[in-house]
């Protein structure tokens, strides 16, 4: 096991992240010392509470897991699921939204999940891995959520939030009953 040592940065280097709902978060800059190797400047997620719903919480060192701030989503085209990944709307994610410059190229930004066309909005990795887990070939969002059983306690309350997405693309589109 190599030992890892940190030290904090004096106050005012830290980085400023603005949020998708306009919040500006800042967030500590620390130096991690490893055995044998140059130290690393790092951004420190410690302080920040982990997202509920991309499930991403800040290693102990408070460095991020490398998916950290992404969640997977499935966009359904002709009747196919497609996984595509994107931004969370947490800090985590909007850490991860930023365009980098790097001797390689462009590290594009990161799209936000909820800026998905045709995708519902708002849902966990669980929720995301649950209907996935119950659709069949050619299943619509709908058709998915209604396969989960009703045992299942967020099943019923992701069929409401499915319902409810679907109505609003039905009023969004001039479709309506």
């Known amino acids: 096991m190599k030992r890892r040592t940190v030290e904090s940065k004096p106050a005012g280097q830290g980085i400023l992240l603005a ?64 996984a595509y990944v994107g931004a969370c709307d947490c800090v985590f994610g909007s850490w991860r939204t930023i365009e980098r410059q790097t001797t390689d190229g462009t590290i594009p930004g990161m799209r936000y999940v909820d800026d998905l066309p045709g995708v519902p909005p708002y849902l966990s990795t669980s929720d995301w891995t649950m209907l996935n887990l119950y659709k069949q070939p050619g299943d619509d969002y709908w058709q998915a959520v209604c396969r989960i059983p009703e045992t299942i306690e967020r099943g019923v309350e992701l069929r409401r939030v499915i319902e409810n997405w679907e109505h609003n693309q039905e009023v969004i589109s001039g479709v309506s009953d």
């Open 19 to 82: 949020m998708r709902n306009g919040n500006i978060v800042d967030l500590p800059r620390k130096t991690i010392r490893r055995e044998g190797k140059d130290p690393v400047t790092v951004t420190d997620f410690s302080s920040l509470i982990p997202c509920l719903r991309c499930e991403t919480e800040p290693r102990r060192d408070g460095v991020l897991p490398s998916a950290g701030g992404i969640l997977r989503v499935y966009a359904i085209h002709s009747g196919t699921w497609t």
